[in-house]
């Protein structure tokens, strides 16, 4: 009979954590359904040679990055675009962005992506997580960043496959 108020409390807590830490997995399940589906539009708008899309999906520095080598090598070939004209002309999925991303895409088979891998989710946390993609023919997966800005997760491409210089 004395724990009978310990029990009570025991119960009440679990009546009212529970509907929080619902609440909480609920949140985490959609939050991962925007992350997947990022990350799965990015792989198809480049399938579709959709250039405009494309860069819809990468995150600013992966932007930022993709701009700098661009006019870097623009430079070295006798072209001189600025790097807001080579930003806007991503953004439109003008010339330069159709030029770049043929080339990218002449060497990458967006399909091994979406058709020959499994995807998991790794960790999520904050405005980070992480996508694990593990091609059929491959032992060692491709741990995928995304990074959420302005509130839309973002695929940090260059982030997750350039080398650093």
Not at 52 to 58: D, M, R
Request: with cysteine; charged share 25%.
């Amino acid at each position: 009979m004395k724990n009978i108020p310990y029990l009570f409390l025991i119960i009440c807590l679990l009546v009212f954590i529970h509907p929080i830490h619902a609440h909480s997995s609920e949140n985490l399940e959609k939050e991962i359904d925007n992350i997947l589906s990022s990350a799965e539009s990015l792989f198809k708008a480049m399938k579709d040679n959709d250039h405009k899309a494309i860069w819809l999906y990468l995150t600013s520095k992966s932007k930022k990055m993709i701009v700098e080598d661009t006019y870097k090598s623009a430079i070295k070939s006798g072209v001189e675009y600025t790097r807001e004209q080579i930003n806007v002309d991503f953004s439109i999925g003008g010339l330069i962005a159709k030029s770049y991303w043929k080339g990218f895409l002449s060497t990458f088979n967006p399909d091994i992506v979406l058709e020959h891998s499994t995807w998991e989710m790794g960790l999520v946390e904050g405005n980070r997580s992480e996508v694990i993609i593990t091609y059929k023919k491959s032992e060692k997966p491709a741990i995928l960043k995304m990074f959420k800005e302005d509130g839309v997760w973002k695929v940090g491409f260059t982030e997750t496959f350039w080398t650093r210089k």
